[in-house]
């Protein structure tokens, strides 16, 4: 879509390290978007694991995610 690249409305991605979630996390949080684990659980940095969204499909995603 032009205007769009390099933008994502939704990530999840598991198996990760703190040092590559805490950053990313703060970003898009300050940005006024969510982050959670992909359960719905409050987002833990030690977890490994993570949903960040523009924070309108967050839900959208953890349901789908859910179903895996």
């Given at each position: 879509m032009p205007g769009r690249a390099g933008w994502f409305d939704g990530y999840w991605e598991y198996k990760l390290k703190p040092w590559d979630l805490a950053a990313g996390s703060l970003l898009?949080?300050?940005a006024g978007g969510r982050v959670s684990s992909p359960a719905g659980a409050p987002?833990?940095?030690?977890?490994g694991e993570i949903v960040a969204s523009n924070g309108r499909i967050h839900d959208q995603i953890v349901d789908e995610l859910r179903g895996l």
């Open positions: 898009v949080e300050e987002f833990d940095v030690d977890a």
